[in-house]
C-alpha cells in the first residue's frame, strides 16, 4: 500500500472519530475499536468476552460442527456482538463481514434453546456495558448479526475478517484464546485487532501463560503504515511494541499451536534443531501467539497444518499486520507474503512461517530442508 493510502486511512479514522466529538491518539486504539472490544466507561472498559460471557458459557452445552471443532454459545454469541456494533459505529459504510459461524445448526431442530440462550446473553451485555442500552435484540436479530458474517470477501471493496472466538478449546481450558478483527481493503489487510483476554501484561517468554488476575488481559492493534500498539483491557493506557530482533538462532524461541492436530509438530522439532534454537517451544491457543511475537514474547512462529486442511483468512488476517507493524515478516513456506485476496482460504504453500527480518532468511533455509528431508523418508 503507498504512503499516500496509508495517510488516508490514519485520516480516516481521525476524521470520523472528531466528527463524533472524540479525540484521537495513535498511541491509543480507533475510537470505534476501543468501543468494540472495551466499556463504555473507564471502571468497565474490560473486553465483552472476559468476565460475563466467559462464565455464562463455561456453564453452557458445547456443539460440534461438521468438522468436529467445538463451538460454544460465546462463539455465536462474540460474532453477533461484533457484527452488530461494527453496523452501529460504521453506518454510512457498506457492511461486508467475512466470519467463521453461522446460524445453520441455531436453526435446526433443537437449536431454538441455544438460539434463545444466546439472545439472552448477547442482550444482557449489551444492557450491563452501557454502549448500546438502547436497543434489545430478538432472536431474529441475532441469527441475521450472525449470518452477514457469510460474506466471500475477496480482491474488491472492504470487508472485515473476524474470528469470534479463535481457539474454542483454549477457550474451554481457561486458557489461551482471542477475539480477533481485521479489515481487508482491495484484498489487503490495513488494520487489525486482537482482544487476548487471559494473555499476561508480562512476557510469557518462559513458557508461563498464567499470571495473577488483574494482570492479564491485552488488546493489540495495529493500522497499515501506523505500527502496532498494545494496551491493557482495563486501561486506555498503550505502548507501541516491536518483535525480538535477534539475529541469534540460539537466542530465538519458537511458538507453536498448542493442538498437535492443528500443526506438524515433528516438522518444527527438525527445523528448530537445523537452526540451532536451544529453547524448548511454548505451545499455545489461537492468534494470541501474534500478540506476543509482536512484543517480543518469542521470535520464531512455525504453523504446519497436516495434509488436506485450508487455512482461513479468519485465523491469520488480524495476527499477520500486528506482527507485520511490529517489524516482523509472515510468509508461507516460498517465503512469499500471505494472500487474503482470494476468499474466504488461503492458498499456500505448505505453511506459515513468522519471525523477524533477520532471522527469516536462515529460517527458510532450514524449513525447506527439512521439509525435503521429511519426504524423501516417506
Partial sequence: MSVKMRKEWRMG????????????NFGGCPPQLEALFCGAKPSRRQVYFKQKMQKAILQSDVQSKSDKSPVTVADYGSQAL????????????????????DSEDL?????????ERITKLVNDILASDGSYSDSTLSTEDIVKAIDCG?????????????????GTKGFLRGDQYAIALALL????????????PNLP??????????SLPGEVGCLFFSVV???TYMQPLDSSSAVKVQVNATDNPEEASLFESYEAAHSMHDLSSSIVKKLGVKAPPVRIDSQAKYGALSRGDGVIYLRFPHKGYREKIWDHAAGCIVVSEA????????GNPLDFSRGRYLDLDTGIIVTNQKLMPSLLKAVRESIEEKASSL
Fill in 13 to 24: 479514522w481521525r476524521e470520523r472519530a472528531e466528527g463524533e466529538g472524540n479525540s484521537v
Fill in 82 to 101: 461484533v457484527s452488530y456494533a461494527l453496523q452501529r459505529e460504521l453506518p454510512s459504510e457498506l457492511f461486508s463481514l467475512v466470519a467463521e459461524e
Fill in 107 to 115: 436453526l435446526k431442530d433443537g437449536g431454538q434453546e441455544t438460539l
Fill in 150 to 166: 457469510k460474506s466471500e470477501g475477496g480482491s474488491q471493496g472492504r470487508h472485515w475478517v473476524l474470528d469470534p472466538i479463535d
Fill in 185 to 196: 481493503d482491495e484484498g489487503t489487510v490495513v488494520l487489525g485487532v486482537l482482544a487476548c
Fill in 201 to 210: 501484561l508480562t512476557s510469557i517468554a518462559g513458557g508461563s501463560q498464567h
Fill in 225 to 227: 503504515g501506523g505500527g
Fill in 327 to 334: 517489524g516482523g515478516l509472515v510468509t508461507d513456506v516460498a
